[in-house]
């Protein structure tokens, strides 16, 4: 197939371009911003393989740029959209990039889509957070989308325009929603990526509140080959939730990581939480199952593998850790580590 791979050169963009020119005969275009959390370095493996990189292309631009898309769209057989802003503290601090391209994004890219020459699928990667917090059971497809971030809220709205345009218009839609992923090459803004680097380097690690949120912990690779395995087989109309069963709390994963790396306790602190933080997401697999995937790696491999790979590639990270970064950095944590308390 053809395929247009909107957000490609992020976290988990990146992993599905890697594994599935790896994996198939496919012709990959990658369509990516280059924001802050898109990074072409996570490309350089394909781009560096001669076999991999003559069926691959790279282009830089917005997916709301209605006239860059629609001819990107109209060559391609299935468009895969990660392109997403990512981290629900940015959403806090500022909600309007999430809105242009997690709503105003995904509803050009459908336009195109519905005015492409030949029948395209379009595959919206959303997340289990559209669910909101559960307190106990597990989330399923057809439960009411329930967000509480504005990061979660746009991938709904997202989620809904798709919806929309299976119904009205007919369009092969299928929608996947990931749990919370980690791996090699995800942003040090995230949890897992931010204890490994800032313990590295014995820094404090900020934990929030009491560390008790819980959340199941998807590897980057089996979530790549999940929205994979859904763009092949998946029903059109239909969500699919891509679950690990791999529950953790943020302090058991932080214990997880100084162990790891031999780093002590003693830095972490515990910081006052942000607003609205969702206590618990957890979601039934099965339906996923029944179509036939099932991730490969547990959380302990994962997270060796993830610490090896951090460790190995410092250059990588450093290079994030830099410009924007300390404005961000000091903007989400300064004033919370200046009231901590030791965890």
Do not use: C
């Not at 949890?191 to 820094?203: E, G, K, R, S």
């Not at 969500?239 to 709390?249: D, G, H, Q």
């Amino acid at each position: 197939m053809k395929l247009l791979v909107t957000g490609g050169a992020g976290f988990i963009g990146s992993a599905f371009v890697r594994r599935r020119l790896a994996a198939t005969d496919d012709e990959i275009v990658v369509l990516d911003k280059l924001t802050y959390s898109g990074n072409r370095a996570n490309l350089a493996a394909v781009e560096g393989d001669t076999r991999l990189s003559a069926r691959f292309a790279f282009v830089r631009g917005d997916i709301a740029d209605a006239g860059l898309v629609e001819p990107l769209v109209g060559a391609a057989d299935a468009v895969i959209n990660f392109a997403a802003e990512s981290h629900v503290d940015r959403s806090i601090l500022d909600a309007q990039a999430f809105r242009h391209t997690g709503v105003i994004g995904v509803h050009v890219l459908l336009e195109a889509v519905r005015h492409a020459p030949r029948p395209v699928r379009f595959v919206q990667v959303s997340t289990d957070e559209v669910y909101g917090a559960l307190e106990q059971g597990l989330s399923r497809e057809g439960d009411p989308l329930a967000p509480r971030s504005p990061y979660a809220a746009a991938k709904a709205a997202g989620e809904l325009l798709v919806e929309s345009y299976h119904i009205t218009h007919g369009l092969d839609t299928v929608v996947t929603r990931g749990a919370n992923t980690y791996g090699p090459h995800q942003h040090p803004e995230k949890l897992i990526p931010l204890f490994i680097t800032n313990a590295i380097d014995d820094q404090q690690l900020p934990l929030y509140g009491d560390g008790l949120q819980q959340r199941d912990w998807l590897f980057v690779d089996d979530h790549a080959d999940g929205v994979g395995h859904v763009l092949d087989s998946g029903l059109a109309g239909e969500a699919y939730n891509l679950t690990a069963s791999e529950p953790r709390t943020n302090r058991q994963v932080t214990e997880a990581i100084l162990a790891g790396l031999a780093k002590p306790w003693s830095l972490v602190r515990s910081v006052p939480d942000r607003p609205g933080h969702d206590r618990r997401y957890a979601m039934d697999g099965s339906k996923a199952a029944a179509l036939g995937w099932q991730p490969l790696i547990g959380f302990d491999d994962g997270l060796r593998r993830t610490l090896d790979w951090y460790t190995a590639n410092s250059d990588w990270w450093r290079a994030l850790k830099s410009d924007e970064w300390d404005a961000y950095y000091r903007r989400q944590y300064e004033e919370r580590l200046a009231n901590s308390v030791g965890a």
